[in-house]
Each structure stands twice: as structure tokens, then as C-alpha cells.
């Protein structure tokens, strides 16, 4: 239910991070709360009770330092004032957040999360057990990627390698990366030729091994033309086009039955309302090979569009209850 610093940094003695879990019906769901309180520790470091004689104060009612009056004030800068949430789970912690005042401030994270909530587990180790994640505490996954469920006590250990990394424990470099450099504690893994799944350098001609789409010829890959090829598969009425490593399917034109590529020039056969000119497929005008009106209706007139017609009203006149009237004010002759 909550996240631990970085591997390698340790909690000061304040309050440096507060990570409680929700309480339980909402199993599923973690919260994690990181409020920085060690302002507080450092404002009130030189301060005293306040009011009038401090030194009768501190003498009878104890070290300010180490007072609940100081921890009251250090609390109140960390959450939010709009933060319920917050404020609910320290309340819920106060018992804990006081033993641990009263210990002289021991390390918050290990005291709080790891040994009395038992919610959380040191950097580099995971699951109820804490047990060391893959690759070993000091350096998960070998610094090139995240241990699951590191710091918590949840997930598998396993290692969710960065990209360009790979392996159990993201000690190699991945497919499309080669070696740029190696030591015995580091790894820097670059990126491989666009079209190379495998490869020894950067070049195009390092690849051992193609990317999908791609085949393998003298170290290099050669796109494949899936379009000249059964690997294409586009549905009727489209074409194919073919890009770096795969293809495309467009649509044909609207004059098209089928179609070779594109525009009116490379269909198959032309759909209703076109005729073919030579290579094209070009729009019929309805209105004007018509021999008889096709519009009918009183001070109805044709207009072409694009693969057919429309009947409108003549100018002057708007379409009202199915029929073209003369454009005017309605209740006017």
C-alpha cells in the first residue's frame, strides 16, 4: 500500500514520508500519501513553548524537543487542509506516530510502514515476506528496469525491464537495441536500424534479424510489397498501398465498383450514376439526359449531384407539407 525512497536513500530522522493504506472493504485499491514534514521539524527546531517564563515551562512540563506540543505543530503541516483523506489516515496512525516521538525519532519509514503497519518493505525487496526482487536488493533488475512490487508487500518480484531491455534480469538488450556499451555493473543498450529486429550496430547493413514486413538480404532489411503479394487483405472496394514494413487499404472513389488505385481513372467497373469516358468513370447529369422531367411536383426543379440528383424548390418558393410554395409570411395570399 505504499512507496518507499529510492534505492540507496534513507529516511532522515524526522518525518520525511507518511504512507499509510486504506482500511480494508476497499480491497483492490492502495493509497499512497507522501507529505514532507521535515519543514516542520526544522521551523520548530529553535523554538520553545512560547507564552511567558519558557524556561519554568520547560522545566516542569518537559524538553520542548521532544513534546507533544512540537509534534502537534510538526503534524500540522502534513496534509493538506483540503486533504481529508489524509487527515483520516493520520488519525488513524496516531497511537503509532507517538510511540515513535517517543523513541527520540528513529527512521519514520521503517518504523511506521515496514515495522508496525507491516504495509511496506525496504528498496529492493517485495511481497509479504520482503524478499529480494530479481537481480538482488542493492540493484533490482540491474538498474534497467522495476522490480514488481518493490517496496510494498505485494507483486511478484519479477522484473518489468525499461525499453530496450530485456531478460530475467534486464541484463540484455531487447529486441531492436544492440550493445553500445558494457562493463561489469552497467549496460547501455541503443537502438537498432528501423527495419532490424536483431542487429550488431546502428547501420543498415548490421541487421540479423527483420522486423515484420521486412526480409533479411546481406545484412539488410528489404521491405516486402505486400500489395504485390497474397498478404494483402483489404475489403472490397479498396486498394491497396504499401508503406515501409506493411501496407495500407484506402477506399475507392465513389465512381468505383472496384478499383485499382486511386481516383475515377482506376476503377474496375463505374458505379450507378457514372458512365465510362475512355479510362474514367465520370458523373452522370441526371437532369440534363433525362428526356422526360424527372422532377414532377409543382415548381419542383432537378438538381445533379454527384452519383445522382435532387428535386428542389424553384427560387422563390420553400418546401411546406410536402409540397413548393411561394415564399412568403404564412396566413399572407
Same mark, same amino acid.
Given at each position: ?228 503479394? %497474397? ?8 486498394? $491497396?498501398? #504499401? +508503406? *515501409? &514494413? =506493411? @501496407?495500407? !487499404? ?41 428526356? %422526360? ?8 426543379? $432537378?438538381? #445533379? +449531384? *454527384? &452519383? =445522382? @440528383?435532387? !428535386? ?22
Amino acid at each position: 500500500g505504499c512507496l518507499p525512497p529510492q534505492a540507496g536513500y534513507r529516511v532522515p530522522r524526522g518525518i520525511r514520508a507518511l504512507m499509510i493504506s486504506p482500511p480494508g472493504p476497499l480491497q483492490g485499491r492502495r493509497a499512497l500519501l507522501v507529505h514532507a514534514a521535515e519543514p516542520g521539524l526544522e521551523r520548530t527546531e529553535h523554538e520553545g513553548f512560547g507564552g511567558g517564563n519558557t524556561a519554568w515551562e520547560e522545566e516542569k512540563l518537559s524538553k520542548y524537543q521532544h513534546s507533544e506540543t512540537r509534534l502537534l505543530e510538526v503534524l500540522e503541516g502534513v496534509c493538506a487542509p483540503s486533504d481529508f483523506a489524509c487527515h483520516q489516515l493520520l488519525e488513524r496512525s496516531e497511537e503509532h506516530v507517538e510511540q515513535w516521538w517517543q523513541q527520540q525519532h528513529p527512521d519514520f519509514f521503517q518504523w511506521l510502514c515496514v515495522d508496525k503497519l507491516m504495509l511496506c518493505c525496504p528498496p529492493g525487496t517485495y511481497g509479504p515476506d520482503c524478499r529480494s526482487c530479481a537481480g538482488g536488493p542493492r540493484q533490482p533488475c540491474s538498474g534497467n528496469g522495476r522490480c514488481d512490487g518493490d517496496g510494498t508487500r505485494r507483486g511478484t518480484g519479477l522484473c518489468v525491464c525499461s525499453p530496450g531491455y530485456g531478460g530475467p534480469f534486464c541484463a540484455e538488450c531487447g529486441d531492436g537495441y544492440y550493445e553500445a556499451s558494457r562493463n561489469k555493473s552497467h549496460l547501455v543498450c541503443a537502438e537498432c536500424y528501423q527495419a532490424c529486429g536483431r542487429c550488431t550496430g546502428p547501420e543498415d547493413s548490421s541487421c540479423l534479424r527483420c522486423k515484420r514486413g521486412w526480409v533479411l538480404h546481406e545484412h539488410r532489411c528489404i521491405d516486402i510489397d505486400e500489395c504485390g503479394t %497474397e498478404m494483402a487483405h483489404c475489403r472490397a472496394n479498396q486498394y $491497396c498501398v #504499401n +508503406t *515501409e &514494413g =506493411s @501496407y495500407e !487499404c484506402r477506399d475507392c472513389s465513389t465512381a468505383c465498383i472496384g478499383c485499382m488505385g486511386a481516383g475515377p481513372a482506376r476503377c474496375k467497373k463505374c458505379n450507378k450514376g457514372y458512365w465510362r469516358d475512355g479510362a474514367k468513370c465520370l458523373d452522370v447529369d441526371e437532369c440534363a439526359s433525362a428526356e %422526360e422531367p424527372v422532377c414532377t411536383g409543382v415548381q419542383e426543379v $432537378c438538381e #445533379n +449531384t *454527384e &452519383g =445522382s @440528383y435532387r !428535386c428542389v424548390c424553384a427560387q422563390g418558393h420553400v418546401r411546406r407539407d410536402g409540397q413548393c410554395v411561394e415564399d412568403k409570411p404564412p396566413g399572407m395570399a
